[in-house]
């Protein structure tokens, strides 16, 4: 996205959107909050923070809002003891929202199901009992292998409130990419399904279970949960696998909550860094659920009467943040779809928000180009006046999509947030509110409180309309803990390239109004329709096949997804480069990483470029590929 045609756009975009009146009048936050907020935050930021934080109920109070003491492990609301399900769940049950929906899910063929807070409540209490008779307990890891079904939600509630620590396997990951992150976080226990729909077929996922566990390292996990979903054929292997349905009968619909320290890990999240090996992301109890209180608050206006739709998968962290937890917490009405939506026609994702009578929606641009494709007759077979609120995130939005979804969509009455935001970040860090000035490819300015800016590689801001790094200079609430298991790679990756501020590891400009441009990764981490694929992910698993001596993955702008992988390989003595290896390499990388991993083309070559020391240059590759200036190549092999 940032090397190709789609920046040209925006550098030179200049429409501005206004909000209009009535927004402005009833917004939870209007400009006037928003300015009282920068400013109180700029004096005196952890103030704004405390404030933030009193939104919510907590056990105990804490001692010290922020603990810097051992920076950049910076530690938030220390002394405070608190549980995120209780804001999430808990307390909802003592006020008017108890008889409210939590959940509206919708299966791939059309089948749905609803659950109020109180039925959600008495649901997360039997699986946690489940949880506790199962020997699982604080601290200890329970593994989530799950597609978009409200026992992912539950099961995710039910590991917080006995204060164990999830982690989730995005369903479309491989058995080995699994693997490797059970050999990591050593859970307890496995939560999956038979299988799922998607696009019209059934998908097995407890069969991947199994593979997974055949591999070494995996002796911690003592018990899988599997949910009944897709009726699809498991093998259940007695003393260890047991049915969801079985499991909670019989349990109490009451469960302690149990009382956590503010800086107690809740979730436990990998993501793609820039070596093989992906990160384990910690994030905690007490400061995650500040931030994406605070966000939902304001970033989506949430009212009572709200249905808000995230379509990402709860897998990732915008699952994690804005479809699980901070609906939840902010009491509203959270939507989960099952299956593909382009299936069974490409107005999938418009006949849910007429059914369901959705107010706030928020996507991935990769989903807007996708549909955009259709033109407006799909949008246009169905009532959308429902919509109030727009949002977009997880890759640049170009301008062109921007404005097809604000006009097609949001009948251009509907404010279109692009929030920036990541896996560590927890929350949304830059992003317009509902009543700000919009500009079409801009995810405007940060939050209060968040202090981001684009610098040089040496830590100096650089001037509007340059391009640079961006970076965070205050910690704050949701942010990454440490790495898992790495406090090491947590300090090197973010926090000492340029010392003692944040490092995103995105490029950014400003221009004259101060709104920030993302114009992509700085480093090499591709973003493949929104998700995170790092290019030395790649190359290991291509590595790991007979036939390749060495290869190189690169990200290439791709009209719908953004950014799509190719991949250059040498071969090994023997083997011959033809379309049946082509083939054979994208059936391995599917097998090594899972479908989410999308290999668009693969080529062979004789050698690769290499430095003097025999680092492959992928830069030199990529500005090959787009036919750009290769820059500075003294470092080159020959
Ligand atoms: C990219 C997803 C442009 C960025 C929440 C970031 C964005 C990475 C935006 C994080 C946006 C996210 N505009 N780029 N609004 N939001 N990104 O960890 O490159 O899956 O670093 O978190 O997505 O991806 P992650």
Redesign the pocket.
């Known amino acids: 996205m940032s090397q190709d045609g789609a920046l040209e756009t925006l550098l030179h975009e200049d429409r501005v959107f206004r909000p209009l009146p009535q927004m402005v009048i009833e917004a939870n936050a209007n400009p006037q909050t928003l300015d009282n907020a920068r400013r109180q935050a700029a004096e005196d930021p952890l103030a704004y923070w405390e404030e933030a934080a009193k939104e919510l109920e907590w056990f105990k109070k804490w001692d010290k809002v922020l603990d810097e003491s051992d920076a950049p492990f910076y530690k938030w609301f220390t002394g405070a003891k608190c549980n995120i399900v209780h804001n999430a769940l808990d307390r909802h049950i003592k006020t008017g929202n108890k008889n409210k929906l939590a959940i509206i899910w919708e299966g791939e063929a059309g089948d749905s199901r609803k659950m109020t807070y109180f039925e959600l409540y008495r649901a997360v209490n039997k699986f946690a009992n489940a949880l506790r008779s199962l020997g699982v307990q604080k601290g200890d890891r329970v593994m989530l292998y799950m597609p978009p079904l409200p026992e992912t939600v539950i099961a995710m509630l039910a590991t917080a409130k006995v204060g164990a620590i999830h982690t989730m396997v995005f369903a479309g990951f491989s058995a080995k990419a699994m693997r490797d992150r059970i050999s990591d976080a050593q859970p307890k226990v496995i939560i999956t399904a038979d299988g799922f729909y998607r696009n019209g077929r059934a998908v097995h996922l407890k069969s991947l279970v199994d593979e997974s566990l055949m591999g070494p390292d995996c002796d911690s996990v003592e018990t899988v949960v599997v949910v009944h979903r897709a009726n699809v054929q498991v093998e259940m292997q007695e003393a260890r696998d047991l049915w969801y349905e079985e499991l909670v009968r019989a349990e109490s619909s009451e469960s302690p909550t149990e009382s956590m320290d503010s800086e107690d890990m809740l979730f436990l999240l990998y ?1 793609s860094g820039t070596t093989g090996k992906p990160k384990g992301i910690v994030h905690t109890h007490g400061g995650y659920q500040v931030g994406i209180n605070r966000t939902l608050n304001w970033v989506f206006d949430i009212k009572p009467t709200d249905i808000f739709w995230c379509t990402a998968d709860a897998g ?3 699952g994690h943040s804005y479809v699980v937890y901070g609906p939840l917490i902010a009491g509203t009405t959270t939507v989960i779809f099952e299956g593909h939506p382009l299936y069974p026609q490409a107005d999938r994702v418009w006949d849910l928000i007429a059914k369901y009578g959705v107010t706030v929606l928020y996507t991935a641009p990769t989903l807007v180009r996708m549909l955009m494709r259709f033109g407006t007759q799909y949008p246009k077979k169905h009532d959308l006046s429902s919509l109030r609120i727009l949002g ?6 170009n301008p062109e999509a921007w404005v097809w979804m604000y006009k097609n969509i949001g009948r251009s009455e509907c404010p279109l947030v ?7 970040t927890g929350s949304i860090m830059i992003s317009p509110l509902p009543v700000s000035v919009l500009k079409p490819g801009s ?1 405007t300015k940060p939050l209060p409180a968040i202090e981001a800016d684009v610098v040089d590689e040496k830590g100096n801001p650089v001037p509007p309309g340059k391009g640079g790094l961006l970076i965070i200079r205050k910690p704050w609430p949701s942010m990454v803990r440490t790495l898992f298991k790495d406090p090491e790679r947590y300090k090197k990756t973010y926090w000492e390239k340029i010392p003692g501020v944040y490092l ?3 490029m950014a400009r400003k221009d004259e109004d101060g709104y920030i441009w ?1 114009q ?2 700085s480093d090499d981490v591709m ?1 493949i329709a ?3 694929l790092g290019s030395a992910e790649l190359e290991s698993a291509l590595v790991a096949h007979k036939a390749v001596a060495e290869a190189a993955a690169i990200g290439i702008p791709d009209k719908i997804k953004g950014e799509v992988a190719k991949a250059f390989v040498t071969l090994r003595e023997g083997f011959d480069a033809s379309d049946d290896m082509v083939k054979e390499l994208k059936i391995h990388i599917r097998n090594e990483l899972g479908p989410v991993a999308i290999v668009k083309t693969i080529e062979f070559r004789d050698k690769l470029p290499k430095t003097r020391s025999g680092k492959i240059m992928r830069r030199v590759l990529k500005a090959e590929e787009l036919g750009q200036d290769v820059g500075d190549i003294s470092t080159l092999e020959d």
Do not use: F, K, L, M
Not at 392 to 397: A, H, K, Q, R
């Open positions: 993501s990732w962290i915008t977009s995130v997880g890759e640049p939005i692009d929030t920036w935001w990541q896996t560590e995810c995103a590891g995105d993302i992509g990764r973003n929104g998700h995170r």
